[in-house]
């Protein structure tokens, strides 16, 4: 290397950057009694569905902001805003996942005043979100059954990096004669310890269980 060259740390100053202002959201949070979720996995897991069931559950006990991320449309918020919670919708264009910045800007846009609860809905994909903490208190990963049974195994980091893994979609499991248990597993090789609720977000089998165990 030569004194021409500029050299750039992408973990200390993109990410780092990043965590600056997921510390700065987390208090924002804080400062207005606000539980925040951030949820990721891949596009068709039911991020979105578990959500609109969630809210149906809580609706009683919380009030509710929803925030989506997504490259492109508002079709997710508006499905959650059918069930009459509030929604902003953040439309990435070309990133692949939610960045505290992006976070707080949405915030702006409403009055935290009147919200309890945060669910943040991340980009659909099992990848990139997990780099980049938003201030959530945590971060769940939701994978279902019909991605097939390697998702767990090829995504170690991802894992590794979330509080809790949501399986949804155990309704099909018999009929796509799939061994939830092994993906169960996969995940105890990669974390002996992490929570691992398996949920129908269709049924709503296994909600009641994912409530308690996110202390909501
Ligand atoms: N059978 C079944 N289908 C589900 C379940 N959760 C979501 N889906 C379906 O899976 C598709 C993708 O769900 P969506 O919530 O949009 O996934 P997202 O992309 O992760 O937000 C939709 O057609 C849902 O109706 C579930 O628990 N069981
Ligand atoms: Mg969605």
């Given at each position: 290397m030569t004194d021409k060259t500029i050299t750039i740390d992408v973990r200390k100053d993109l990410f780092g950057a990043n965590e600056e202002a997921?510390?700065?959201?987390?208090?924002?949070?804080?400062?207005?009694?606000?539980?925040?979720?951030?949820?990721?996995?891949?596009?068709?897991?039911?991020?979105?569905?578990?959500?609109?069931?969630?809210?149906?559950?809580?609706?009683?006990?919380?009030?509710?902001l929803m925030v989506a991320?997504?490259?492109?449309?508002?079709?997710?918020?508006?499905?959650?805003?059918s069930h009459g919670v509030d929604t902003v919708q953040i439309n990435t264009q070309t990133a692949c996942h939610l960045d505290a910045r992006m976070v707080r800007v949405a915030l702006k846009k409403v009055d935290l005043s009147?919200?309890?609860?945060?669910?943040?809905?991340?980009?659909?994909?099992?990848?990139?979100?997990?780099?980049?903490?938003?201030?959530?208190?945590?971060?769940?990963?939701?994978?279902?059954?019909?991605?097939?049974?390697?998702?767990?195994?090829?995504?170690?980091?991802?894992?590794k990096r979330s509080d809790m893994v949501v399986i949804n979609k155990v309704d099909l499991a018999e009929a796509l004669e799939f061994d939830v248990d092994s993906l169960v597993r996969d995940i105890r090789e990669i974390d002996a310890t992490l929570p691992v609720v398996r949920v129908s977000a269709k049924t709503g089998e296994g909600v009641d269980e994912l409530i308690r165990v996110l202390d909501l």
């Open positions: 997921a510390a700065i959201n987390a208090s924002i949070f804080e400062q207005h009694g606000i539980r925040a979720i951030d949820v990721m996995g891949s596009v068709g897991t039911g991020k979105t569905m578990l959500i609109e069931t969630l809210c149906e559950r809580l609706a009683d006990k919380y009030r509710i991320g997504d490259l492109a449309t508002t079709i997710d918020a508006d499905r959650v805003a009147k919200y309890d609860l945060v669910f943040i809905e991340n980009v659909g994909n099992l990848i990139c979100p997990a780099g980049y903490p938003l201030g959530a208190e945590k971060k769940i990963v939701v994978v279902s059954i019909t991605e097939g049974p390697y998702m767990i195994r090829k995504h170690p980091l991802t894992i």
